[in-house]
Nanobody, 118 residues
Framework: QVQLVESGGGLVQAGGSLSVSCAASRTTRTIFSMNLMAWYRQESGKQRELVASITRGGLTNYADSVKGRFTISRDNAKNTVYLQMNSLKPEDTAVYYC?????????WGQGTQVTVSS
């Protein structure tokens, strides 16, 4: 079983910055088979949506709504993925979930709230 522990998030004014991080438990499977990590977000009453993803090799993908404002990165040695969020907007308010694909199985973090006030 892979555990994803998120930290960060919180409340910030529009235009501000926040960062979130997610550490995956270090097991043989995660060390050698955790190919994709990502951040999703879910607003109340809406479907969960992809924010950004990153492969083990560092290839990234972003939702159009966050391109140029958010940066995803990972530290393979620490099994950790980060999301730096700049120029935040009220519409970025959501619960942010960490995602990991490990040997064909999907794992989710517990979610962390990000609230952007106008």
């Amino acid at each position: 079983q892979v555990q994803l522990v998120e930290s960060g998030g919180g409340l910030v004014q529009a235009g501000g910055s926040l960062s979130v991080s997610c550490a995956a438990s270090r097991t043989t499977r995660t060390i050698f088979s955790m190919n994709l990590m990502a951040w999703y977000r879910q607003e109340s009453g809406k479907q969960r949506e992809l924010v950004a993803s990153i492969t083990r090799g560092g290839l990234t993908n972003y939702a159009d709504s966050v391109k140029g404002r958010f940066t995803i990165s990972r530290d393979n040695a620490k099994n950790t993925v980060y999301l730096q969020m700049n120029s935040l907007k009220p519409e970025d308010t959501a619960v942010y979930y960490c995602y990991a694909l490990v040997a064909g199985s999907v794992y989710w973090g517990q979610g962390t709230q990000v609230t952007v006030s106008s």
